[in-house]
């Protein structure tokens, strides 16, 4: 089968933009369409929270960029009765660098991943893809400004193993399970249970409070 055959059967992103801004929702819609049309599909809209959750009601959508501050319904409570209603979503907080207060509450509200709204096209694509693909991405100098306000946020954990310190660097600096099993010549499945101890042992629930984790204890190199 052609490479241009196996590109047509598959299923596009369906996409919703979720912020108040109409400018910055037209534009970004815009943008998109023209640099991954071959990626993207459908891309829905809303204005708030509100909206956002009677939309996903009706359309079955993949990914969610979504704003923080909204009125009638913010960011951080979207994503949580979202998640609540469909566990498989994944959303993707579109922040400003000066959001620290919100940075925590969206990460315990459920979100994969940080995208600065200043943040050039190309690494929109990216970030979408990314999380589309079973991934997370919280950028570590985020994560690390939040470290510096934020002390109790990072839990106690038990000593990790060389290889589970290894993999925990390469978690820090963005690689996916894949691609660590194929830097470190393991199974996929091997660096998934490596994953999951690790998150057991540190008592993170996710990758950027793992993150965190390995950077107030400095056990990566950031």
């Not at 994503?79 to 469909?86: D, I, R, S």
């Not at 620290?100 to 694509?125: C, H, N, P, R, T």
Request: proline share 1%; net charge negative.
């Amino acid at each position: 089968m052609s490479h241009s055959s196996v590109n047509s059967t598959m299923e596009k992103i369906k996409l919703a933009i979720v912020d108040d801004h109409t400018l910055f929702r037209n534009g970004l819609k815009l943008l998109l369409s023209k640099s991954a049309g071959n990626l993207i599909g459908d891309i829905f809209e809303a204005t708030n929270g509100v909206e956002f959750l009677n939309l996903i009601e009706n359309q079955n959508i993949d990914i969610v960029l979504m704003d923080i501050s909204m009125p009638e319904m913010d960011g951080i409570e979207a994503t949580e009765k979202a998640l609540e209603k469909n566990s498989n979503l994944r959303i993707i907080a579109l922040t400003m660098f000066n959001d620290d207060d919100y940075y925590l509450k969206m990460i315990q509200a459920g979100v994969k991943g940080f995208l600065l709204k200043e943040s050039d096209i190309q690494e929109v694509v990216y970030v979408i893809k990314t999380v589309h693909q079973g991934n997370s991405f919280f950028p570590v100098d985020i994560l690390c400004k939040l470290l510096k306000t934020k002390e109790q946020i990072v839990p106690e954990g038990e000593t990790l193993s060389e290889r589970e310190l290894e993999i925990l660097q390469l978690i820090s600096e963005g690689l996916s399970n894949s691609e660590i099993a194929q830097k470190l010549f393991l199974s996929k499945r091997t660096v998934d249970k490596h994953r999951s101890n690790i998150l057991m042992k540190t008592n993170c629930k996710n990758t950027a409070n793992l993150v965190m984790y390995a950077v107030k204890n400095n056990l990566v190199r950031v």
